[in-house]
């Protein structure tokens, strides 16, 4: 079949849709539901703080690094094949992760995870492009995908904390199963085909280029923040991953059918759209992760009610994606990602001023803004990039937008969690007398002061634990500061490049900016296409 758009029934459409929605969600869901499982997998597992982070992150960096190639191989093979297939992998991964029986198992299940995940993401954009061939249903439609990926994310911790109050930490993983079988019964149903009709050649070496350039720069990045400049294979590590992508690059340049066509790099727009999901990514994901931790560690709260205080995060995050549309029809592409990415930075920069004893309202207000923020900017972004491509290269270019997300997330994640334990480690004081293992154990993370505490008498205990408790508020703070600062620079990055409405000439029309943005706006996006025709 061709990317030729499949004419589907109105109906089927919908419907369709609705199993694409279900897939990311799902694929959303996992990648935010262990964090409240984090801290029952470290009494269970006994993780090092080293493997906490990969635990928390492997999945988005094996997902970040395959998502490219995946995209493109969707296009030749098939969108709804890959999905499918996809779908398979997913659960029998998912049931790898479940019964874990050490932490470097649950390391290797995660990172499967993030390869299945990594053909479920970029076929979901790209058939809705094949299932909504008119702008204006397209535009509704990538609102509500929007929505469904925002509140996956923002749904996980819920989820996670609905299930740790019955079961054990492997049922966040167990959930995917009948999901799954219901996306596989459905979306043979329900979806139609399509791939590029002219793939052209699989190049391999692309692929390993890719794959070995994003994966080796995010793990430079990683153990750098994580240990400094103590091992020399850090930066060797890194230049190689760095060197590779500079490969990747210019060899896609000189491809006929190139696995990425870089040259959308050109469009402001797209441009504009990588750079803010990566960036809010990496600014939101690692604080998040962290103040799950802090809801049931500092705080004392169940799973299941840390769960329900993050609910104005999945609240804010679906109202986000579907105000999407009608916001940029009122005020255009560029005031609204602006805007998003400013109010992220106020958002986050809230959390620097919590406390051990906070008052809720502070933190409710501040995952309501960031939530419905980030559900706007994930979905103008997504469709920035959808439309700046050809249809042919819907799968690809897909990938692009998600690589930037998942990236972003997993960077997060590792510089974020690096800045947190490092201001823990500085700040926790233990009191005199205690044994050198229980004090090291106390410094590797909040979890393993809280056990070193249980082997204390009742006077000391209470020392450690308090004073752990105010130096991993401490680092979350800071941190806070700092995320808030990277989004901020994101809103006026985003500024200068949609500074020009239509970068680019030979720029496609964009789903939501034919939905409505201002007229005069629109206007000039038909007057460059005649032209350029």
């Not at 969600?25 to 982070?53: K, M």
């Not at 996670?160 to 596989?184: Q, R």
């Not at 060797?236 to 790099?265: I, K, M, S, W, Y």
Request: with cysteine; net charge positive; aromatic share 6%.
């Amino acid at each position: 079949m061709s990317s030729t758009p499949v004419a589907v029934r109105s109906g089927h459409r919908w419907a369709g849709l609705g199993v694409l929605v279900l897939a990311v969600t799902l694929v959303a869901v996992d990648a935010t539901v262990l964090s409240l499982a984090i801290p029952s997998i470290t009494e269970t597992l006994r993780p090092s703080g080293t493997q906490l982070l990969w635990i928390g992150d492997v999945y988005s960096f094996v997902l970040a690094g395959l998502l490219v190639s995946m995209g493109a191989l969707s296009d030749r093979l098939g969108r709804k094949r890959v999905l499918l297939a996809g779908s398979v992998a997913f659960g029998a991964a998912s049931l790898l992760a479940a019964y874990a029986p050490g932490p470097g198992w649950l390391v290797v299940a995660r990172a499967l995870l993030g390869v299945a995940g990594a053909t479920i993401m970029p076929s979901t954009l790209s058939l809705i492009r094949t299932l909504f061939p008119d702008p204006r249903e397209r535009a509704t439609a990538i609102g509500v995908w929007g929505a469904g990926a925002a509140a996956g994310a923002a749904l996980g911790p819920l989820v996670g904390g609905v299930l740790l109050e019955h079961f054990w930490w492997g049922s966040v993983f167990l959930l995917n199963l009948p999901v799954m079988v219901l996306l596989l019964v459905l979306g043979a149903w329900l979806l139609p085909e399509s791939r590029d009709p002219r793939p052209g050649r699989w190049d391999v070496l692309s692929v390993l280029l890719s794959m070995a350039g994003v994966i080796g720069v995010v793990y430079g990045v990683k153990e750098f923040a994580v240990h400094g400049p103590e091992r020399w294979t850090t930066p060797l590590v890194f230049a190689l991953g760095a060197a590779a992508l500079a490969v990747f690059v210019r060899r896609q340049l000189r491809l006929e059918t190139p696995l990425l066509d870089v040259r959308l790099f050109r469009d402001a727009r797209f441009t504009a759209a990588v750079v803010s999901s990566l960036i809010c990514l990496i600014g939101l994901s690692g604080v998040i992760f962290f103040m799950s931790q802090y809801l049931q560690l500092v705080r004392g709260y169940s799973p299941l009610h840390a769960g329900f205080a993050e609910l104005p995060a999945f609240v804010g995050s679906v109202a986000g994606g579907l105000l999407t549309a009608r916001l940029v029809r009122r005020a255009g592409a560029r005031r609204v990602l602006t805007a998003s990415l400013f109010v992220m930075g106020l958002g986050i920069g809230v959390l620097g001023f919590v406390r051990v004893d906070s008052a809720y309202l502070l933190l409710g207000s501040s995952f309501l803004a960031l939530g419905t923020a980030e559900g706007v900017v994930y979905t103008l972004s997504s469709d920035l990039v959808l439309g700046a491509a050809p249809a042919a290269k819907a799968g690809a270019a897909s990938a692009v937008s998600e690589t930037a997300y998942e990236l972003g997330a997993a960077l997060g994640i590792a510089l974020v969690g690096s800045v947190v334990t490092a201001l823990y480690a500085g700040s926790l004081s233990v009191p005199a007398g205690v044994d050198p293992a229980l004090a090291d154990q106390a410094a590797q993370s909040l979890g393993g002061a809280r056990e070193s505490a249980a082997a204390l008498p009742p006077g000391p205990a209470g020392e450690l634990l308090a004073s752990a408790n105010d130096a991993f508020v401490h680092g979350i703070t800071v941190a806070a500061w700092v995320s808030a600062a990277l989004l901020l620079a994101a809103a006026a990055l985003a500024h200068r490049l949609l500074r020009h409405r239509h970068s680019s000439a030979h720029a496609p029309t964009h789903a939501l900016v034919t939905a409505g943005t201002p007229a005069e706006e629109h206007a000039e996006a038909r007057a460059r296409e005649h032209a350029h025709r």
